[in-house]
């Protein structure tokens, strides 16, 4: 038995097929994210005349690399909450036209639901368990209770925090260092902070006095920021040189995202107590998004866990990032407990959401 998945709601087209072990049968992904830097962000006509150029392609690709023709498929899973209405409608669009041509059933999907469930793919992991989602789009912490039943614990406030990592790389000009060639700026941050000492520079604590689980990297960044110049202006640095101590910098600033993080995961994990919302004995934190890959960050959530005697697990770096397999995936976690299945005839039940928390909100409180 056969899904395929198809993703739209950013800028990535994404197409993949999964069975109902999670094995990954064909994929296929045209990422847009080269345009859009050029661009200096993303630009919403843009990505959908992009994602409407590719679809086709991306998803018939999917099928081919497969080497299964679109009557083997039992249904089609889309992405039609949260993301950009434009792309969004692309996704659902093309799927609605092929589940009309072979006659199958729509299954729609909650991206970050589907960025939640990838780990079961991959890894025995039973509900309930917290999962923390951080990338360059994305940062919320969430207790998972079943495919579809969500706890949304916190979220950020303001910035993500990969876009915190790239925008201090970038005011550090990290790009400029051979080593860092290529790299994300999250990636060269992690790579500078290895030669320097993360108690160089106090950054403040975030969100030290809220008794929420919600996150803010406006803060942190524009304390990076700020240091940054200072150093420059101190050490009589101009144009694309850069300073010599990144390195205590890129040290100190990852720290001070650690322990924000660290510090809401902390939250996370004793009111789930307080509330025996997780099993004690197989209690787990998932966390997963590009920012995830960075070892110092899951080295020190790692030592919480410890404390908490919680199981961390980690999605490989292919898995974190944004795709069609992750959808295809969430469509057979919904078609094994034959939930959300949606019949050609009813297709105008099928609503696009761009802004869509994950499950029950209770960020507020
Ligand atoms: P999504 O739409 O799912 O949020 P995205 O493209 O915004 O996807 P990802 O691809 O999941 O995000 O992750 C990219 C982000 O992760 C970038 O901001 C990048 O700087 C950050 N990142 C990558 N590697 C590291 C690392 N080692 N340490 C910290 N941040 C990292
Ligand atoms: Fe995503």
Redesign the pocket.
């Known amino acids: 038995r056969y899904v395929i998945g198809i993703e739209t709601s950013?800028d990535d087209t994404g197409a993949a097929v999964v069975d109902y072990h999670g094995n990954i049968i064909g994929e296929a992904l045209n990422s847009q994210?080269r345009i859009h830097v050029e661009m200096g962000g993303i630009i919403p006509i843009i990505a959908r005349d992009l994602h409407k150029q590719n679809i086709t392609n991306v998803v018939d690709e999917a099928i081919k690399n497969a080497k299964l023709s679109y009557q083997d498929i039992e249904a089609i899973a889309v992405t039609t909450e949260p993301g950009l209405a434009l792309s969004l409608f692309i996704g659902v669009n093309h799927a609605k036209m092929l589940a009309r041509k072979y006659r199958k059933p729509v299954i729609p999907i909650h991206h970050m639901e589907a960025?939640a469930l990838t780990v079961r793919m991959v890894e025995r992991v039973e509900f309930p368990y917290l999962v923390l989602l951080v990338?360059?789009?994305?940062c919320l912490l969430a207790l998972a209770q079943d495919v579809n039943k969500f706890l949304l614990l916190g979220r950020s406030l303001d910035d993500?925090p990969?876009?915190a990592?790239?925008k201090t790389a970038r005011q550090m000009k990290l790009k400029n260092l051979k080593e860092c060639a290529g790299l994300?700026?999250?990636?060269a941050?992690?790579l500078m902070a290895k030669t320097g000492n993360p108690k160089s520079f106090q950054f403040p604590g975030v969100l030290s006095q809220n008794r929420d689980c919600n996150f803010s990297f406006s803060g942190l960044k524009f304390h990076a920021k700020s240091l940054i110049l200072q150093e420059e202006l101190k050490q009589g640095i101009d144009g694309g040189n850069v300073l010599p101590n990144v390195g205590d910098i890129c040290a100190s600033f990852q720290d001070g995202i650690v322990k924000h993080l660290v510090h809401r995961i902390r939250r996370g994990l004793l009111y789930t107590e307080l509330k025996q919302l997780l099993s004690e004995e197989n209690k787990t934190l998932v966390v997963s998004?590009?920012?995830a890959?960075?070892m110092y960050?899951r080295q020190e959530i790692e030592k919480l866990c410890q404390h908490f005697n919680c199981r961390l697990v980690c999605p490989p770096p292919k898995l974190?990032?944004?795709n069609g397999i992750m959808i295809a995936w969430n469509g057979i976690e919904k078609l094994k407990r034959e939930i959300d299945l949606v019949q050609v005839n009813d297709f105008d039940e099928i609503d696009l959401k761009p802004r869509s928390p994950l499950g029950i909100d209770m960020t507020e409180d």
């Not at 990338?135 to 994305?138: A, E, K, P, Y």
């Open positions: 950013c994210t960025h990338s360059g789009g994305h993500s990969g876009d990592f790239d994300s700026g999250g990636a941050v992690e998004g590009g920012v890959s960075n960050i974190c990032t944004d």
